[in-house]
């Protein structure tokens, strides 16, 4: 059976920011019935620490980084996970990225080349009993991994590596200070290497090294190739052309199912999307929404310039102008959230918002609000659209990135042949957001038109089923040595 190391800093439900937790959390379960073992390594949060208790030890470090720190194996949704104790460097209060303030750990490029290393000492053989035949990498967090793995491996033989780039707006970005601390060879120190604008890249560095990269969409993947999206990554992304390819996620159906979900007042499926009504009653008397006629409106989200959340705070008003309501759940800029408390405060019963983090809460919005929000300015896959599609919630989105790639625009054609499920807007400005609230409230008041985009969109099928294989076929290319290589 194929051995694949997955490193990265989140997996759900043991630690998730964001949809990477969620997709780290899947791989495992959606590469299994290809005959590929997935085993996950991330680091020791406390969270991650008080899920494995005492688990038994794999390699000991006396210095990682500065550092005492510990291989740990133990399980996640069954399937093996390893973890990388270091209490210097994660045992800390606050988020995985900083703390309770939110501002960054000083020294996050310490604990991220930890993880690298221990990722690569893994891959390459070197840590006695363990093997793999592939060391995938998440983010910028797991950049260095195949950075160590190609400039120093270790004894034994290093495995190829896949880098997957699920926000490159994230980068790792470090001061050239660090690089002697990092235990790379001169060489490594280049534009070929780990360099980046005259520092560190941690996520440069896993681009450069890595023998394949993918993006989670194939949207994606194109936009950055250029500057508007590559963030200062276009240049190697379009030199590594050959190397680049889009994977879009897929969703758990275990866990987002609107026919099993526990966190549902009412559990449904598209022969009785009427049932929805009672998690809409739900969520409005746990907002204090008034009930309305017009479209009850969800955002599920951290609240940040690319989710083009301050657009959306900016058009709130017309929102409520054209008959709409809105539960938002978010967290995130400190000032939108206070425009978004504003907001309330102006309409109260029709803007109602939770500032904070509930992962139950977000099921009983899909299950029971008409239509999620997403005016991303970017947006590498995004679940928040695929779990609405699955849950008959309408996305109403900005066309990119991986909303493009799998939402069908309700144009008049589309509506005419069944296909559309929902609604797609170009550009995020005051304009274009304002028309697609009118389009949504209008698309609403047809009643059939919108049952049908409703069931089509739950009808469509997000499931890993066809991403794990494309998954499992670039793994079994790569370790036969038959992917595009390193140019
Ligand atoms: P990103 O990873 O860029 O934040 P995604 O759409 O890929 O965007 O994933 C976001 C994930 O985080 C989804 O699972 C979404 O439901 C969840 N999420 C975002 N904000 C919240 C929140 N405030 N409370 C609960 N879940 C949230
Ligand atoms: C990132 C992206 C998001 C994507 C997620 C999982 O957080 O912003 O679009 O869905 O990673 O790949």
Redesign the pocket.
């Given at each position: 059976m194929m051995q694949v190391l997955s490193v990265a800093s989140e997996a759900y439900p043991l630690v998730?920011?964001?949809?990477?937790?969620?997709v780290v959390g899947a791989l495992p379960g959606a590469l299994s019935g290809h005959g590929i073992m997935v085993t996950t390594l991330l680091p020791g949060y406390p969270a991650v620490r008080a899920h494995i208790g005492d688990a038994p030890l794999v390699h000991h470090y006396p210095n990682l980084m500065g550092a005492e720190a510990r291989i740990l194996a133990s399980y996640i949704n069954g399937f093996p996970l390893l973890v990388l104790d270091a209490p210097a460097l994660f045992q800390r209060d606050g988020g995985p990225y900083g703390d309770r303030s939110g501002a960054d750990w000083p020294d996050n490029w310490r604990r991220f080349a930890a993880l690298g290393r221990a990722g690569a000492d893994l891959a390459s053989g070197a840590i006695p009993n363990w093997r793999f035949d592939l060391l995938h990498a998440h983010d910028w967090h797991a950049g260095l991994a195949p950075a160590y793995l190609s400039y120093a491996p270790g004894p034994g033989a290093a495995a190829p590596s896949l880098m997957t780039i699920?926000?490159i707006a994230f980068q790792g970005r470090f001061d050239i200070s660090i690089f002697p601390f990092l235990g790379l060879p001169p060489r490594a120190y280049t534009i070929d290497g780990v360099e980046y604008y005259n520092g560190v890249g941690f996520l440069k560095a896993g681009l450069a090294s890595a023998q394949a990269i993918t993006a989670v969409s194939p949207g994606y993947a194109r936009e950055i190739r250029e500057p508007a999206f590559g963030m200062g990554m276009e240049g190697l992304i379009r030199t590594r052309g050959g190397a680049v390819s889009g994977i879009l996620?897929g969703i758990d159906p275990k866990i987002w199912n609107p026919q099993s979900d526990a966190a549902l007042a009412a559990r449904y499926d598209s022969h009785n999307l009427a049932m929805r009504r009672t998690n809409k009653r739900a969520i409005e008397s746990g907002f204090g929404l008034t009930q309305g006629d017009g479209p009850l409106f969800t955002v599920?989200?951290?609240l940040s310039w690319?989710?083009g959340m301050d657009v959306l705070a900016e058009q709130l008003d017309t929102l409520v102008a054209l008959g709409g309501r809105l539960a938002l759940?978010?967290?995130g800029d400190r000032p939108l959230e206070a425009k978004f408390r504003a907001a309330a405060g102006r309409h109260p019963g029709r803007i109602a918002v939770a500032l904070?983090?509930?992962?139950k809460?977000?099921h009983l919005l899909q299950g029971g609000a008409d239509a999620i929000l997403i005016p991303s300015r970017f947006?590498?896959?995004?679940?928040?659209?695929l779990?609405g599609l699955a849950y008959g919630c309408v996305p109403v989105a900005a066309r990119t990135g991986g909303l493009g790639d799998t939402i069908i625009d309700a144009n008049e054609a589309a509506l005419a042949q069944g296909v559309a499920t929902g609604i797609l807007f170009d550009g995020v400005s005051n304009e274009s957001l304002a028309n697609a609230l009118q389009r949504t409230v209008s698309l609403y008041a047809r009643r059939d038109a919108w049952s049908k985009m409703q069931v089509q969109g739950m009808a469509a099928d997000f499931s890993w089923h066809q991403s794990g294989a494309r998954y499992a076929e670039l793994y079994t290319r790569l370790v036969q040595g038959r992917a595009d290589l390193k140019t």
């Open positions: 998730k920011t964001g949809g990477l937790g969620d699920h926000n996620n599920i989200s951290r690319q989710k759940l978010g967290t904070g983090y509930d992962e809460l977000s947006e590498p896959c995004g679940l928040t659209q779990y």
